[in-house]
């Protein structure tokens, strides 16, 4: 649970998106695309889903991508190579379903770019033609694009200011895409207004779209029930029913709902961070 090495891949607008390698050898073994672990910083911290972006099995390592925005999210991208995480847990979370679609979309939206990135090279491999479409703010806060396009058949971007590729939604992209051609399945992730977007618009189209949730976890065992979400009317938990599920069948609002129940609790306990610096 030692970080090896830590890179920050962008920061600007109050957002900084670090990447941390960590020796965890049983992991790194076993993890299969769309898994994650769940970690603590400290013995009195939270707990954390965060999706593996990357592993070496021969290195016993694996590759975390975390945006700092609350609070054990901010202490984990205080620490640096030489440091140890105080737990980690994983592979969790069912693996992706990867056969051949023939052609495939990936939507990621802000740091949703690193879930995306294991999925689409996984469906790379099983022959799927590959098209990613990858949203941001702002080009400095664009990663992993290099990785991307090296397994992309057709890549773009946008962004919010204009800064960087098209200005404008992901969801832009997308309509256009459908519009021009078949596909076999939209794969999505990023914040949950883009992704019930996505939803909409797949959905007008009669196309199979999958998301993978970032709900709130706790336990990531199933036995808190904290990250609970509806999906075709009946309760699931996105730590061991997911975290990927068919997209039309979530309930959006509710999911919206419950990710800012501690928002504002949050926010509090991240000022306090802030002013211990």
């Excluded at 970080?3 to 957002?15: C, R, V």
């Excluded at 799927?128 to 080009?139: D, F, M, V």
């Excluded at 090296?150 to 773009?156: A, I, L, R």
């Amino acid at each position: 649970m030692r970080i090896i090495s830590k890179k920050i891949l962008g920061d600007a607008e109050g957002a900084r998106i670090t990447q941390l390698e960590v020796l965890a050898p049983e992991i790194a073994n076993k993890v299969l695309a769309g898994q994650f672990v769940v970690l603590m910083v400290v013995p009195e911290g939270e707990r954390i889903p965060l999706t593996i972006v990357n592993s070496d099995k021969k290195e016993g390592v694996i590759t975390l991508i975390l945006q700092e925005v609350g609070l054990t999210t901010k202490l984990l991208g205080r620490l640096n190579a030489g440091n140890s995480l105080f737990a980690l847990a994983g592979p969790l979370g069912h693996p992706t379903e990867i056969k051949n679609y023939k052609k495939v979309i990936l939507v990621g939206g802000g740091v949703g770019i690193a879930e995306i990135y294991p999925v689409a090279k996984a469906l790379k491999e099983a022959g799927n033609h590959i098209t990613a479409i990858l949203g941001i703010r702002a080009k400095a806060l664009l990663f992993l694009e290099a990785e991307l396009k090296s397994v992309s058949d057709e890549f773009y971007v946008t962004t919010d200011d204009g800064s960087y590729g098209r200005k404008g939604f992901t969801t832009d992209v997308l309509t256009e895409l459908l519009q021009k051609g078949s596909f076999g399945l939209v794969y999505a992730v990023g914040p949950i207004p883009m992704m019930k977007k996505v939803t909409a618009v797949t959905k007008g189209f009669s196309v199979k779209a999958v998301v993978s949730l970032n709900a709130l976890m706790v336990d990531a065992t199933g036995m808190c029930g904290c990250c609970r979400v509806t999906v075709a009317g009946k309760t699931k938990f996105s730590c061991v029913d997911g975290p990927e599920f068919e997209a039309d069948l979530v309930d959006w609002d509710e999911l919206s709902s419950r990710n800012r129940i501690y928002l504002e609790q949050e926010k509090h306990i991240c000022k306090l961070l802030i002013a211990e610096k």
